[in-house]
Nanobody
Framework: QVQLVESGGGLAQEGGSLRLSCTAS????????MGWYRQAAGNQREFVAT?????HYAESVTGRFTISRDNAKNTVYLQMSGLTPDDTAVYYC???????????????????WGQGTLVTVAS
């Protein structure tokens, strides 16, 4: 079984920075894409950034957030700078194309979500 565990959320001041981490655990062979989505209160979940072979960003975070990935650790990071109150949300990690198993049998999960970590930005 594969799990995604996020960490690094919390309270930041406007203009400040936070770094989120998300690690996938389990008998993982490979993960195609790892990324971050967020959901503010009363809003739908939205795309923030993903990393497959390259980084992709939502327009609202381009230039302020940086996504990176350590494949050896099955971990994705989101460095957030220049935070504004509009960045306040629960941030969810997502892994796509997760191959797990052994040399005898491999299963592929289309997508797996983490439990979310709350980021609050105070003005």
């Amino acid at each position: 079984q594969v799990q995604l565990v996020e960490s690094g959320g919390g309270l930041a001041q406007e203009g400040g920075s936070l770094r989120l981490s998300c690690t996938a655990s389990g008998s993982i062979f490979s993960i195609t894409t790892m990324g971050w989505y967020r959901q503010a209160a009363g809003n739908q979940r939205e795309f923030v950034a993903t990393f497959d072979d390259t980084a992709h960003y939502a327009e609202s975070v381009t230039g302020r957030f940086t996504i990176s990935r350590d494949n050896a650790k099955n971990t994705v990071y989101l460095q957030m700078s220049g935070l504004t109150p509009d960045d306040t949300a629960v941030y969810y990690c997502k892994a796509e194309g997760v191959a797990v198993g052994s040399i005898f049998k491999i299963d592929t999960y289309r997508e797996i979500w983490g439990q979310g970590t709350l980021v609050t930005v105070a003005s």
